[in-house]
């Protein structure tokens, strides 16, 4: 069973910046197009971008506007999303799990939930 357990998250000033980490437990990853996703306070999780299983392409939420970087290292099982000029409104708890995507649109495929990290941005 594809399974997640993200790190890294963390409190940060508006403005600052944060590396997340996804560890998968399956193998091969490389077989599965990996996403982060968000959930804020009383919000729907929604998703935040979708990296091909080799790494070549990633899909981003519209909202992302060229601040977040997802990359992935299939050797180590691990998807990282560094995230950059981050705003108050990037406060959520962000997991990831197996995706797909279409333009801006991530979608969630499959993969239990982890625990997810909690990113706070806050002054």
């Known amino acids: 069973q594809l399974q997640f357990v993200e790190s890294g998250g963390d409190l940060v000033q508006p403005g600052g910046s944060l590396k997340l980490s996804c560890e998968a437990s399956?193998?091969?990853?490389?077989?599965?197009?990996i996403g982060w996703f968000r959930q804020a306070p009383g919000q729907e999780r929604e998703g935040v971008s979708c990296i091909s299983s080799d790494g070549s392409t990633t899909n981003n939420a519209a909202f992302v506007k060229g601040r977040f970087t997802t990359s992935r290292d299939n050797r180590k099982q691990t998807v990282y999303l560094q995230m950059n000029s981050l705003k108050l409104e990037d406060t959520a708890v962000y997991y990831c799990?197996?995706?797909?995507?279409?333009?801006?649109?991530?979608?969630?495929?499959?993969?239990?939930w982890g625990p997810g990290t909690q990113v706070t941005v806050s002054s």
């Open positions: 399956v193998l091969p990853l490389d077989y599965y197009a």
């Open positions: 799990a197996a995706c797909a995507a279409d333009g801006t649109t991530i979608v969630y495929v499959g993969g239990s």
